[in-house]
Structures are given as C-alpha cells and as structure tokens.
C-alpha cells in the first residue's frame, strides 16, 4: 500500500459562499446595467416612435411615429366607412355605414397607447413591458368614438318617417245622427333605446341588423261607439226633471241635441255624455224661485181637556234648488241611461216639528182671548176675514220673535181665497180685494194689547169704523189697528221666553183669537182719554150710478166724526213696570155717500157730486 506523504489540503467554506455571493453581484449589476444600457438605447433609437412589437388591429406600428400611426389605422381599419348597419320596422328597412351613425377610429388615442407601451411607471416597469414587447407583442386596444349627436340627427330623420301620432275617437251630431269614428294607435321612434342597442356592436366593430324599438301611444279613447249608443238613447225620448210637489219638466229630444257635449272621462277613458252645464244653469236657475219652500213649524192647537197639543198642519221642510247638485245629477243619471231625474235640494229643518208637545214649547194655558165683531158685513167682507184669520190659526210665535201681519199675510188677490169688499181708498169706501183685513188685523192688536206684549207697529184707519165698537165689552174707538199689503203692517213681539201659540175662530159674526203660553205674572191696565178735539162730519154726497135704476138710492159709504183719541197703557210684573204705553189715534171726519139711479128726484139742498 501506498501512502502519499503529501500534506492534506484544509477546505474554507465561509470563504467559498462569500466569492460566490460577490460573483452573483457582479453578474446582477452586469445585467442591470445591460438592461439598463438596452433600455437607454432603445429610449434613444425609438425616440417618439413606438417600440419593436407594438400593433393594432394586427397592424405593425413598430417604429413609427404619431403622423405614422394614425395615418397607418386609419387606412387599415375601415369599419366605420365599410361596416354595415341594416335599421328594420313594420316590413322597411333602412342601411347605413356606422360612419353616417356617427361612428369614427379614434386614431389619435391609440396612437396615444402605442407611444406609451414601454414608457410608463417605474423602470422595471419600463424594462418588463419592453421585454414582453420584444418577446410576445404587444397589441394595443381599438378605440372608437360614437357621436351620438350625429346618430340622433340620423335617427330623426327616420322618425319622420316612422312616428305617427295617435288619433282620438270622435263623436259628431250630424242632423240629429249621433255618428262615432274610432281612433288609431300612435307609433314613435325611442331614439335613446336605438343608440343603446346600437353601442356593444360598435365596440366590437361588427355589423348590426336591428329592429327598430318603436313605442305604441294609445289615444285617450280608441273606440266611442258604446258612449254614441248611450248618446243615441238619450236622444231617443224626452228628459224629464222631477221635484216632489213640483214639475215634471221635460226637455225634448231637439232641446237635448243642442244642449248635448261630449267629454273625456274616467280611467280607461271613455265620452262622458253633458248637457251644457251653463245652459242647464240658466234652465234650473228660472225654475228655483217657484220651487223654494220656507220651512214653516208644524201648526197645532191646544186640547184644553188634555192641557196637550194637538196637531194641526205637519210641519215643513225648507228647501232651496241646488243648481250645481241638479245638473251633476242630471250628468250621472244620462250616463247611467236614465230618462228621469229627481232634482237636488238643500234643506232646512223647521225649527218647531210636528212631534212637538205643550211642554217642549213651555205652553200650559189660554193666556189672552179677544173677541170683534162684524154684524151685517156683506158676504164678501166675511170670507175675507175668514181667509185672513185662517193664515194665523195654529201658529207659533217664538219667544223673541216680532210678528209682521204684512208678511204672514203675503199676497192678498183673488188667487190667494180673497174677494172684493169695501175698502177704505184715499178719501173714500170703495170697492176692493180684500175688505174685511182689517176686521183681522184690529183683532190681532187687541189681544197683544190685553195680553201686555210690546206693540212694535200699528196704524189706525183714517176714520172710525163702527165695524170695531159693536158688541160687549167694546173698548171704543181708538183701538184699531189698519194693514194695506205691502206698506202698512201691524208687528207686536213675543218678549217672553215660551213659544206662543194663536187661535183663530169664527163664530157667525164673531171673530175670536185666543193666544196660549205660560202666564209670566204680568198685568194690564188701561184707560183712553175718550173723543177729544170732535169735528162732525161733513154733509151725504150724492154720486150718480148709471147701474142703478131711476128712483134708487143706496148708501155706500157712512159719516162718523172725526176726533182725536189717546188710549194709555201700563204692562207691570211683580211692581216693575215693563212698558208704559201711548197710543194716540186721529180721525177724519167722514161725510155719508149715497149713489142715485140716473133720472132720480133728489131734495133740493143735498150735495150732488159734479
């Protein structure tokens, strides 16, 4: 064996690992600063100029220039120019480049990235797309710009083509024909929907077959025949108008025809059928007066057996026309097929009905009962007191309320019952409607008198009238009271607080009025100062009557004195003196009248009229 004599070599790993370390060092920063020493050269030798593997749309655009790049794209991506876009509707069809749609390369901004392949962020960045560029390519993005003004300016020109406006259904009156025309259906163009469809074919650069998105406008009413049948029926038959008590009115199928409109209406639409509603108004507004009703309280009479009320008149309902109420009436009962309509009324409840009793209104005797006479009163004179008494039986008189005779009484004329009779007439008794009243109205002012009520208006007549002082118990003269319709009234108030309640009776020749409420304690007394200041009257007049036959005379009118006359009275309570009245009456002196058949022999000294 042999055995080398050869000392042994001793291995130095630290040593070893740190010339390695140093040699990769300097291998690395050999290479950084060949990349950095290529990259600085390419910078230099592709100054401006797109990199070495830069392309667009399989264009190669290494080496050139902005001015290259887009002249370069520009010839060799031709869609815009050379696409096709094929625009259909309703069988027409419409073709365009995407050019004439607003379409365009944005050559510019792809020149932009291809010049920015390389050049951006940090170095490595630089160094790493560099090499990628050189490696594999680099392509750059299509861009596009689409103008959607030039688009929209495209697009309308083919709404005018498209778009048809919807068209209402109609309704005419042609000769008393009711005659309907259907409508259509509008068509238009969504433009802003045709450019959204139009945007992801164009990003693709592809050809585009599209359907035109066209919207459907529907007319308000596309079908009036159902509302011209509802108008056909209405013109068929009259229109009647209806009040309770009142009426019917009818308007002919002629009237209706030129009253009749057709209105747009409801949800769907469809013709509202309406008579005009200013001519309505002026046909209801002429009938409102006839048809108004005053409420009036129920009218009763006072069971002395029973110390109860019992009714007389129920009461009544006020009401007014309510015009607008009426015609939208008379519009719903048209378009629901109706021939006949109630009108509408606004109400007003009596304030006094006929369920009322004695204690409600705080009634619970006679309080005051007066009593006048009219012995030998033509038959005429007679059933005009009775009429006008009439309008005062029953009735209830608020407390606080003034009683205006004028007013209750109201028209006095041959429709309202009344007949002619003597009446007083400027200087003399003549005859007219309505003699008799005043029998009425000094039997009313008599019983407020004794009844100690304030009297608010009287007026005496212009002479006595021995009418007012026949039988018992006659105050005498003074105490009258006169009513001429409508400028002399007779008031007198119910200053207590319970209803009132006045009674009318004619006994033969005696009209009695009794008035019922709750004695408040009050006291009458009284006293007249008698005739004072008597003047007699004049001579009889004689009047030729060409009526009467040769030899007749008749007295027409009477004499009475003429005289002043003051009557006192003093209304207390409990020792308050509540009214402390005078009540003074001036008489003319009345001559007697007496008519004479023409040819009559007359004594030498009477007074004959010229």
Known sequence: MLTSTLPRRRFDLPGLLTAIVAALAVACLTVMIGLFAFASGARLLYRERALPGVSAGGIDLSGLDRAQIEAALAESLPYPQQGAVVLQDAGRYWAATPAELGLAIDAASMADQALAVGRQGSLQAQLSEQSRAWAQGVAVAS??????????????????????????????????????????????????????????????????????????????????????????????????????????????????????????????????????????????????????????????????????????????????????????????????????????????????????????????????????????????????????????????????????????????????????????????????????????????????????????????????????????????????ATVFVPRVDFKFTNDTPNWLLMETYLYGEQLLWKFYSTPDGRTVEWSSSGPRNVVEAPKPLYRENEDLKKGKIKQVDYEADGMDVTIYRTVSRQGEVLYDDTIKTHYLPWRAIYEFGPGTDLPDDVEVED
């Open 143 to 480: 861009a596009v710009v689409f103008d959607h003004a030039a688009a929209t300016a495209y697009l309308e020109r083919l709404a005018a083509e498209i778009d048809q406006p919807p068209v209402e259904a109609e309704i005419r009156l042609q000769d008393g024909r009711v005659e309907a025309t259907p409508g259509s259906v509008g068509r238009v163009l969504d433009i802003d929907a045709t450019l959204a469809a139009l945007e992801p074919a164009f990003a693709q650069q592809q050809d585009v077959g599209l359907a035109l998105p066209v919207s459907e406008i529907r007319p308000q009413i596309l079908d009036a025949e159902a509302d011209a049948a509802r108008a056909r029926t209405l013109l068929s038959r009259p229109l009647v108008l209806k009040a309770d008590d009142a009426g019917p009115w009818a308007i002919q199928p002629p009237e209706l025809a030129a009253l009749l409109q057709f209105t747009p209406s409801g949800d769907p639409a469809h013709y509202a059928l309406e008579l005009s509603p200013g001519q309505l108004s002026s046909r209801l507004d002429a009938l409102a007066p006839d048809l108004e009703r005053k409420p009036e309280n129920a009218r009763f009479i006072f069971n002395d057996d029973t110390r109860q009320l019992d009714l007389l008149r129920e009461a009544v309902v006020g009401r007014t026309l309510d015009t607008q109420a009426s015609i939208q009436a008379i519009q719903q009962a048209i378009n629901r097929g109706e021939s006949e309509v109630p009108l509408a009324f606004t109400t007003q409840e009596p304030t006094v009905r006929s369920d009322a009793t004695a204690e409600s209104l705080g009634i619970t005797e006679n309080v005051v009962a007066v009593s006048t006479y009219f012995s030998g009163s033509s038959e005429g004179r007679i059933q005009n007191i009775r009429t006008a008494a009439s309008q005062f039986h029953g009735y209830l008189v608020a407390p606080g309320e003034t009683v205006s005779m004028a007013e209750m009484l109201g028209d006095i004329s041959l429709d309202t019952g009344y007949t002619e009779a003597l009446i007083i007439f400027g200087d003399r008794t003549i005859q007219g409607v309505g003699g008799g009243v005043c029998q009425v109205s000094t039997t009313l002012f008599r019983a407020a008198f004794f009844g100690g009520y304030p009297i608010v208006e009287r007026y005496p007549h212009a002479y006595r009238v021995l009418y007012y002082e026949q039988g018992p118990n006659s105050p005498g003269p003074g105490m009258d």
